[in-house]
């Protein structure tokens, strides 16, 4: 068992940044990837970046490309996600999830261990 717990949600006006963190404790060896998505109010949860565990790769979606930055310590298992030049269009419930299956790692079905998620409003 892997338990993730997000933090640094919050509210900020757009143009704003925020920095959010996953910690992941439990069985944390052997992780493959760590993803962050976002469920938008009316919308289906959504990818939104990624890295995995070794190399350290990184994958974002393109509404997101440049402005947001996924990061990690491996030696304290925290994943960041630090958001720049926030759009109220980002406004959504985040979720970091950790991947195990080394499969597609935008895919949320690949995921299994997921957060309980940290609200970010941006406002215009």
């Known amino acids: 068992q892997v338990q993730l717990v997000e933090s640094g949600g919050g509210l900020v006006q757009a143009g704003g940044s925020l920095r959010l963190s996953c910690a992941a404790s439990g069985r944390t060896f052997n992780i493959y990837a760590m993803g962050w998505f976002r469920q938008a109010p009316g919308k289906e949860r959504e990818f939104v970046a990624a890295t995995k565990w070794s190399p350290r790769n990184t994958y974002y979606a393109d509404s997101v490309q440049g402005r947001f930055t996924i990061s990690r310590d491996n030696a304290k298992n925290l994943v960041y996600l630090q958001m720049n030049d926030l759009k109220p269009g980002d406004t959504a419930v985040y979720y970091c999830?950790?991947?195990?299956?080394?499969?597609?790692?935008?895919?949320?079905?690949?995921?299994?261990?997921w957060g309980q998620g940290t609200q970010v409003t941006v406002s215009s």
């Open positions: 999830a950790a991947d195990y299956s080394r499969m597609d790692v935008a895919k949320q079905e690949n995921y299994d261990y």
